[in-house]
């Protein structure tokens, strides 16, 4: 991408451009000093905050999309210290399970690092928070989460399903940021491989629960395979089997059953949902 | 039984949804709608060949979820193989969750064929000649590379979309194939769910354009692809 090119594109269809953005001269100065100071993985984000400033109206998105990345960076907080504090916790079996442990704790960092980085350049300011603004053991709850390697796997699991659901339900509001929406997709798509992960490890280490319950990579209508209903609010609505208006359960006279119909569509859940749903873990 | 061909019981979705929410307002409701378009324009890459015949996806978002639809038929096709031929030791639970993974493959292109209606493009034939279908590793590594295809498609299709309710169908979807990748690499190599060859430095997954994925695809179809209608932005 050529921002001369650019810059010379809009000139095309709107001629008072330089207006705008000051001068042509100046735009340029104003970029390479910006772009100077963030990552070069920011700069279409750091472009489009100088255009955003530039054609600003009463009903430009800006806000919107400024909340949502800070609604994200807030639930990727939550994930990156809870990971911190549970590799560092010493119960999780050296090998896979811790290695597997902290390739998702570093990818909740990159997460995290990545959001600020955006938010920044698209002139916002980025929601903080430290190791002390959390609460694992969401108020009693889960009061060895971090002592006891099945409940520590269960409220990890929960996060990343919660994780993914979160973003689905939130990728409409970016729908007018090519470059947000693009990045906050390529997000939830490693959520859901955490999610995949972190369910199947709690099947080998045969800590599903109750007893008898399956759990897979996929969700199966509505099941956690978690025992407390504690965490079921991240789990209900996962049940759907009808997408747009069309039952999938034997879709096209296809033999495809229920539960197979509701493991092929994961569901979104509403801003409103997702904070009542990690708010006690915010101490 | 729902009767996908007929319109009388399957209305079209895709012209209700498409009247209730056009182009046009869509670009109406963004301030700086001109420069976003123009910025995109100043990155397009010349098209890699798509549009010398073969099946046309069509344009705007019809084209998109056709985009989509040809996918899952190459997807389901390829799993409806497996599971009717396993390959050779194949243990009740890879049979099981490959079974499952064919199903929700057939879902979704029942579903994008159910939701496309008349404007559909017709059944692809697929060309599985380079899968030895006996072996694990073959199977397994070509699952893989079509989820983390899949993956990247979707991805990439994302803001191709202008109608969010397709943007949500979409996302839906994404993450169940994101799982499926995960399960699959990590029967290939424990601990590969999400390696540096699917996610890189910033945690971020890979995403595609359909020129790029359709280029990976196409060894995988006899039916030609015409993806040059398809919005690049």
Request: glycine fraction near 6%; aromatic fraction near 8%; charge should be negative.
């Amino acid at each position: 991408m050529n921002l001369q090119n650019i810059l010379t594109e809009i000139e095309k269809t709107d001629p008072e451009v330089y207006d705008r953005l000051d001068t042509r001269r100046n735009a340029m100065k104003s970029f390479a000093k910006t772009s100077g100071k963030i990552a070069l993985a920011a700069l279409p984000f750091a472009l489009g905050s100088m255009f955003q400033k530039a054609y600003a109206s009463p009903t430009a998105p800006t806000d919107l999309i400024l909340d949502t990345l800070n609604f994200a960076l807030t639930l990727e907080y939550l994930e990156a210290n809870f990971y911190i504090k549970a590799v560092a916790s010493g119960i999780i079996p050296t090998g896979d399970a811790l290695t597997s442990l902290t390739v998702i704790r570093d990818h909740e960092n990159e997460h995290v690092n990545f959001l600020k980085t955006a938010i920044t350049a698209a002139g916002g300011t980025p929601v903080s928070f430290t190791a002390n603004s959390f609460d694992f053991t969401a108020k009693g709850t889960f009061p060895n989460v971090f002592s006891d390697y099945g409940t520590l796997l269960a409220v990890a699991q929960t996060f990343e399903d919660t994780g993914v659901r979160a973003y689905k339900g939130q990728a409409p509001n970016l729908i007018s940021n090519n470059d947000y929406l693009t990045a906050a997709l390529q997000i939830h798509s490693v959520e859901a491989r955490h999610a995949a992960h972190l369910r199947e490890m709690r099947k080998m280490a045969n800590l599903l629960v109750p007893s008898g319950v399956d759990v897979k990579p996929w969700i199966t209508l509505n099941q956690s395979g978690i025992g407390t209903s504690a965490v079921q609010a991240s789990y209900n609505g996962e049940e759907n089997v009808t997408q747009a208006g069309v039952m999938i359960t034997n879709i096209g006279g296809k033999n495809i059953s229920a539960a197979a119909a509701s493991e092929a569509f994961d569901e979104p859940l509403s801003k409103d949902q997702i904070t009542a749903i990690v708010t006690p873990f915010f101490a | 039984m729902l009767n996908i061909e007929s319109k009388e019981n399957q209305p079209d979705l895709i012209e209700g949804m498409t009247k209730s929410f056009s182009r046009r307002k869509f670009l109406g409701v963004i301030g700086a709608g001109s420069a976003l378009v123009v910025v995109a324009a100043s990155c397009k890459k010349t098209n890699l060949g798509n549009n010398n015949g073969g099946v046309d996806l069509g344009s705007g978002d019809v084209g998109v979820l056709n985009y989509a639809y040809a996918l899952e038929q190459l997807e389901a096709a390829f799993y409806t193989q497996v599971v009717a031929s396993p390959y050779s030791q194949i243990s009740d639970m890879e049979k099981a969750y490959m079974t499952d993974i064919r199903d929700h493959e057939i879902a979704h292109r029942e579903f994008f064929k159910a939701a496309l209606g008349s404007k559909a493009i017709q059944a692809l034939e697929v060309n599985f000649s380079a899968i030895d279908f006996t072996s694990r590793s073959s199977v397994l590594g070509t699952a893989k590379a079509f989820e983390d295809l899949g993956v990247s498609a979707y991805n990439g299709a994302g803001k191709l979309l202008v109608n969010p309710d397709y943007l949500t169908i979409a996302g839906k979807i994404v993450s169940v194939e994101a799982r499926h990748a995960a399960w699959v690499r990590d029967a290939i190599t424990p601990g590969s769910f999400a390696d540096m060859s699917a996610v890189n430095a910033m945690g971020l997954d890979m995403e595609r354009k359909p020129d790029d994925v359709l280029a990976i695809a196409s060894a995988f179809l006899k039916t030609k692809i015409n993806a040059s209608n398809l919005p690049t932005s």
